[in-house]
C-alpha cells in the first residue's frame, strides 16, 4: 500500500511511494505527529540519481523487519535535496561539523523541534567497514530517547546554538580587485594540475564556474596561464571517460584524477555549465573540440532531457539494467571488446578499441572499458564517425538508465543561456527556440502572477516549495542571457522582476544574501552559502544576474546591490578560489565595466553577432530598433547613414558609434587581447 509519498511530484520520493516504511514528505504535521507519539524524527535525504541512496533503500527501506521497526519508533521523513536545498544545506552544514564530512544519502535524527542530535550518511544492513548497521544505529537512537533524553536535549540545542552562532564574515570592507584577482589566480596554479588537467586530486569534479573565471581573466589581462589551465581542463574532460564519446554530454564527476572512470549520471546543470564553457571557449581560441563538445552537449540536452512540457529534466541515473536484468552502475555506457566486436566486425572492433582505449583488462569493472578518446584524433576521421554512429545506434538497444523528471529552476535557467548562447554562436536557430520554451515554462509555470518562483515542477505541475536563491539568480541569469540573444526586450523585463524580489526579500546587512526568503519556511538556521557546490553559489549567481541587469538599465540599486554581494568575494577569493569561481568571473566583469553594447540594427545581423561573439568579461547586449523601449540601452542610439551601428560604453564612457563589424569586434575582444 503506497505511503504518504504517493502524490508527491519529486521521482525521488515517488521511488519510495511503495515502501514499506511509512514516509511522510518534510512537513508540519509531520513534527506534530512526532510530538504527539514522543518519538524522534527520522529524516532521510537524497536525490533520484544517487547511487547510494538507492542501494540504503533497498537494503533497508524495503526490508520489512527494518521498516516494521522504524514505523514504530520514529516519524520517518524522506526530503529530495534537489526539491528542498534549504533543509539539505541546513542539516548538511550539521552533519559536516559533527563528523567532518557530508554526502548522500544524509540520516540525521530529530527532535520534534526539527532541532538534529545524530547523524550519519550511508549505513549498511550489517556492520562492516567501521560503521554500524542501520538497525544498530536505529536501537542505538531509541535507547538514548529512551534513556537519557536531557542528554539527547542538550545535544540537539548545543548544535542549534553552535550553528545559529556561526557569523559568516562577507567581506564588507571593499570589492574585489585586481590584487584578488591576482592572487586568486596565483591559488589556482598551485592546485593545477598539469599533467592530467584540472585541480587537485581524485575524485575530479568538473570546475565550470572556476573555467569561466579563468577564461574572463585571459581576456581582460591577457594572461596566457590562465588560458592554459582553462583550454588544458576543457581538452582533458572532452577526451577522458568524464565525456560521453558517443552521445555527448558529461557524467557527474571522474572518481580518478585522470578522468578515466567517471561517476555516470548527468545532471542536467553540469551539462549546462560545461555546455556554455564550452562555447566561451570556442569564443576565446576557435578549438574545434571546444565547438564539437558545446553542440553535442546541446544536442545531449535537448535529446535526452527535455520535457514534454518544454523544460529540462533535472537527471539521467547511473545505473541501468545490464544483459543480465541487473542493476549495475554504468552498464549502459561501457563496452569489452567482445561487445565491440560484435557490432562492428573484426577489423573495425580493433580500430574502435583503439580510438577509444577499449582493451582487454578494461579500465571499469569486470574487463569493461569506459570510452575515450586517450591519443591525437583519429586519422580516418570519416571511418571514426561511422563506428561511434554504429556503436550508438547499438547503445539505443540497451536498457536505458532511468531519468528524474523534475523541473528545476535554478537549472533550468543555466540550461536557457547555454542554449541560447550556444544557438547564437553557431547558427543554431533550432537551440534558441528550446530556450525560448524552456523560459516559456519557467514564466508560465514556475513564476506565477507575482513572480515568486517556484522550485520545481512535473509533468507541468508546479511543486509546492518556494524558490532559493539560487533559483532566482540562475533564472535571471538565463533570461538575460536570452534578452542578448534573441532582442526581446521581455526577458529582461522578467529578469527585473526576479531580481527585484532578491532585492526585497533576500538581501540582508552589508550586502550578505540569504539563500532563503525572509518569509520562507523557519528552519532552525537560515541558510547562506557563497560557495560554488555543483553549480554557482545562489549568492554569487544572483550577483552577476544583478550587475548585468544594471549594465542593460543603470539601475543604480541593482548595481549597489551586486557590489554589495561581491565584498565576500574579496574575502574568499584569494584564499579558496575554486570554491568561489562563480564570484571570480562576476568580480572580472565588474573589473572590465562590464561592457555595454548596443546595436542598433537588426537582431542576428552581423554587427549583432559581433557583439555577441565579443569576450569582454559579462558584456551585455542590446540589439534592435532604437525606435522600441524595450532596452534603455537603445534609447536615442540610431543607425548611421541608415546601416547598422554599435555604440560602447562602460565606466560612463562611451567609445564612438561604429558600423564597422571589426572596429566592434576590437572594441570586445578584452583588455588583454
Not at 581524485?202 to 596561464?225: C, I, Q, Y
Not at 552589508?510 to 537560515?526: M, P, W
Not at 545562489?538 to 543603470?554: E, K, Q
Request: aromatic letters at 8%; one cysteine or more.
Amino acid at each position: 500500500m503506497p505511503n504518504r509519498l504517493a502524490q508527491a511530484t519529486s521521482p525521488y520520493l515517488l521511488q519510495h511511494a511503495d515502501n514499506p516504511v511509512d514516509w511522510w514528505p518534510w512537513e508540519t504535521e509531520a513534527f506534530e505527529e512526532a510530538r504527539r507519539r514522543d518519538v524522534p524524527v527520522l529524516l532521510s535525504v537524497g536525490y533520484s540519481a544517487c547511487h547510494w541512496c538507492h542501494v540504503m533503500a533497498h537494503e533497508s527501506f524495503e526490508d520489512a523487519g527494518v521498516a516494521e521497526y522504524v514505523n514504530a519508533h520514529f516519524v520517518p521523513v524522506k526530503v529530495d535535496r534537489e526539491e528542498r536545498p534549504d533543509v539539505d544545506a541546513v542539516y548538511m552544514e550539521a552533519v559536516q561539523a559533527a563528523t567532518g564530512q557530508g554526502g548522500w544519502p544524509m540520516t540525521v535524527f530529530l527532535t520534534a523541534d526539527a532541532e538534529p542530535f545524530y547523524f550519519g550518511t550511508y549505513f549498511p544492513p550489517e556492520s562492516r567497514h567501521g560503521l554500524p548497521s542501520f538497525r544498530q544505529v536505529l536501537e542505538g537512537v531509541v535507547a538514548a530517547w529512551t534513556d537519557r533524553r536531557d542528554e539527547v536535549g542538550e545535544v540537539a540545542s548545543r548544535i542549534v546554538r553552535d550553528l545559529s552562532e556561526r557569523s559568516l564574515a562577507h567581506g564588507g570592507d571593499g570589492l574585489p580587485g585586481e590584487p584578488e584577482l591576482a592572487q586568486a589566480l596565483l591559488g589556482l596554479t598551485r592546485e593545477y594540475d598539469e599533467k592530467n588537467g584540472g585541480f587537485g586530486g581524485a575524485p575530479k569534479f568538473p570546475p565550470s564556474m572556476t573555467v569561466e573565471f579563468l577564461l574572463r581573466h585571459h581576456a581582460r589581462t591577457g594572461s596566457d596561464g590562465a588560458l592554459q589551465m582553462a583550454a588544458g581542463t576543457c581538452e582533458a574532460m572532452a577526451r577522458g571517460g568524464m565525456y560521453d564519446q558517443l552521445g555527448g554530454g558529461f557524467a557527474r564527476y571522474s572518481v580518478d584524477r585522470e578522468w578515466v572512470v567517471p561517476h555516470f549520471e548527468k545532471m542536467l546543470y553540469d551539462n549546462a555549465l560545461l555546455c556554455r564553457v564550452y562555447a566561451h571557449l570556442w569564443r576565446s581560441t576557435g578549438s574545434e573540440t571546444a565547438r564539437r563538445v558545446a553542440l553535442e552537449t546541446a544536442d545531449f540536452m535537448v535529446r535526452e532531457l527535455r520535457t514534454a512540457e518544454g523544460g529540462f529534466a533535472s537527471a539521467l541515473d547511473a545505473d541501468s539494467e545490464d544483459a543480465d536484468g541487473k542493476h549495475v552502475e554504468g552498464a549502459y555506457y561501457v563496452w569489452t571488446p567482445a561487445q565491440l566486436r560484435e557490432v562492428l566486425g573484426e577489423g573495425d572492433a580493433v580500430f574502435a578499441a583503439e580510438l577509444f582505449g577499449v582493451s582487454d583488462e578494461g579500465t571499469f569493472e569486470e574487463g569493461s572499458s569506459v570510452l575515450q578518446l586517450p591519443a591525437a584524433d583519429a586519422t580516418d576521421e570519416a571511418r571514426a564517425a561511422d563506428v561511434r554512429a554504429r556503436l550508438l545506434a547499438a547503445r539505443e538497444l540497451r536498457k536505458r538508465p532511468g531519468r528524474d523528471d523534475k523541473v528545476v529552476a535554478a537549472w533550468n535557467g543555466l540550461a536557457i543561456a547555454a542554449l541560447a548562447e550556444t544557438g547564437a554562436y553557431f547558427d543554431r536557430p533550432d537551440l534558441i527556440e528550446r530556450a525560448t520554451e524552456a523560459a516559456d515554462l519557467l514564466v508560465r509555470l514556475h513564476m506565477g502572477p507575482v513572480a515568486r518562483l517556484v522550485r520545481t515542477s512535473k509533468d507541468g505541475r508546479a511543486g509546492a516549495h518556494a524558490g532559493v536563491l539560487e533559483d532566482y539568480g540562475d533564472v535571471a541569469e538565463g533570461f538575460l542571457a536570452l534578452a542578448a540573444v534573441t532582442g526581446e526586450g521581455v526577458w529582461l523585463e522578467f529578469a527585473g522582476f526576479l531580481l527585484d524580489i532578491v532585492l526585497e526579500h533576500f538581501t540582508g546587512d552589508g550586502g550578505q544574501l540569504f539563500d532563503t526568503a525572509d518569509d520562507a519556511e523557519q528552519l532552525i538556521r537560515r541558510p547562506q552559502d557563497p560557495t560554488d557546490s555543483a553549480t554557482p553559489a545562489g549568492w554569487t549567481a544572483a550577483a552577476g544576474a544583478l550587475l548585468s541587469y544594471a549594465a542593460y538599465t543603470g539601475s543604480e540599486p541593482h548595481r549597489t546591490a551586486a557590489e554589495g554581494a561581491l565584498g565576500v568575494v574579496k574575502a574568499l577569493g584569494p584564499k579558496v578560489p575554486r570554491f568561489i569561481g562563480w564570484g571570480l568571473a562576476v568580480a572580472e566583469a565588474l573589473l572590465d565595466g562590464p561592457r555595454e553594447v548596443a546595436v542598433a540594427g537588426p537582431v542576428g545581423g552581423v554587427m549583432h553577432r559581433t557583439a555577441l561573439l565579443g569576450r569582454a568579461p559579462g558584456a551585455v547586449v542590446a540589439a534592435g530598433e532604437t525606435s522600441g523601449s524595450e532596452f534603455p540601452l537603445l534609447a536615442d542610439r540610431p543607425m548611421v547613414d541608415g546601416v547598422p551601428t554599435a555604440y560602447v560604453c562602460r565606466h560612463f564612457v562611451c567609445d564612438a558609434p561604429t558600423t564597422d563589424p571589426q572596429v566592434l569586434a576590437r572594441a570586445l575582444r578584452g583588455d588583454g587581447s
